[in-house]
């Protein structure tokens, strides 16, 4: 059942997946955790697009500076590699098709390209900018320690992650590049619905998705 919650909390993540861009529509205030240690195989350095093959993981590759025990916001974006032009390039040719890409491209490709040395930095200029583009306004708070529990938040830090199998949602479908060939995908970043369903982003979010 979809509820406004007063307050989530949610870790950061790169162009999030829908379930977390539903959570933020639904939310009064967004707090992100600022402060955890970096956790490797999740959506804090990698989102799931869909691809001319079927379902595609872009992966930003990154520096812990601290080994394991680096706090998110000190994870540094590796330049050891072109991984921007690469990304670009595949979410280009995954949805060059799509009925709005054009219409979104150049800022969202500005961002990509432009990548800050921060990981966290970057995931909170994209995010800023994909609520833009997305028609929503949301205070959004940062921790500035770790602290198990938030009091009065609702705590979707370890919600959101590759192996999880979407269970607690439901996805309505909607049309996509390659649906016709492999079938509806759901749960993927957030900028397949975008350029997909364009200005019918914002009212899918409220209405498409449903949280058990």
Same mark, same amino acid.
């Given at each position: 059942?979809?509820?406004?919650?007063? *307050? @989530?909390?949610?870790?950061?993540?790169?162009?999030?997946? @829908?379930?977390?861009?539903?959570?933020?529509?639904?939310?009064?205030?967004? =707090?992100?955790?600022?402060?955890?240690?970096?956790?490797?195989?999740?959506? *804090?350095?990698?989102?799931?697009?869909?691809?001319?093959?079927? @379902?595609?993981?872009?992966?930003?590759?990154?520096?812990?500076?601290?080994?394991? +025990?680096?706090?998110?916001?000190?994870?540094?974006?590796?330049?050891?590699?072109?991984?921007? &032009?690469?990304?670009?390039?595949?979410?280009?040719?995954?949805?060059?098709?799509?009925?709005?890409?054009? +219409?979104?491209?150049?800022?969202?490709?500005?961002?990509?390209?432009?990548?800050?040395?921060?990981?966290?930095? =970057?995931?909170?200029?994209?995010?800023?900018?994909?609520?833009?583009?997305?028609?929503?306004?949301?205070?959004?708070?940062?921790?500035?320690?770790?602290?198990?529990?938030?009091?009065?938040?609702?705590?979707? *830090?370890?919600?959101?992650?590759?192996?999880?199998?979407?269970? &607690?949602?439901?996805?309505?479908?909607?049309?996509?590049?390659?649906?016709?060939?492999?079938?509806?995908? &759901?749960?993927?970043?957030?900028?397949?619905? =975008?350029?997909?369903?364009?200005?019918?982003?914002?009212?899918?979010? *409220? +209405?498409?998705?449903?949280?058990?």
């Amino acid at each position: 059942m979809t509820t406004i919650a007063p *307050r @989530i909390f949610v870790s950061t993540a790169y162009l999030p997946p @829908i379930s977390y861009m539903y959570h933020l529509v639904h939310a009064n205030k967004v =707090l992100i955790e600022k402060k955890e240690n970096y956790q490797k195989q999740s959506f *804090r350095n990698r989102c799931e697009i869909y691809g001319a093959n079927g @379902i595609l993981a872009l992966s930003i590759p990154v520096k812990k500076v601290k080994g394991n +025990h680096t706090p998110v916001d000190e994870v540094i974006v590796s330049a050891d590699e072109p991984w921007q &032009a690469k990304q670009w390039r595949a979410i280009e040719s995954a949805y060059n098709a799509s009925p709005f890409f054009m +219409h979104y491209q150049d800022e969202l490709e500005e961002f990509i390209m432009g990548a800050s040395a921060s990981l966290f930095d =970057l995931n909170y200029k994209l995010l800023t900018k994909l609520l833009e583009l997305i028609g929503v306004q949301k205070e959004i708070l940062f921790t500035s320690d770790f602290q198990d529990d938030i009091p009065e938040s609702e705590d979707f *830090r370890n919600n959101f992650s590759p192996k999880n199998e979407n269970a &607690a949602y439901t996805f309505a479908p909607y049309t996509q590049v390659f649906s016709g060939k492999f079938g509806f995908k &759901a749960n993927l970043s957030i900028i397949d619905l =975008l350029f997909n369903e364009g200005p019918a982003t914002l009212d899918y979010l *409220r +209405h498409g998705v449903i949280f058990k």
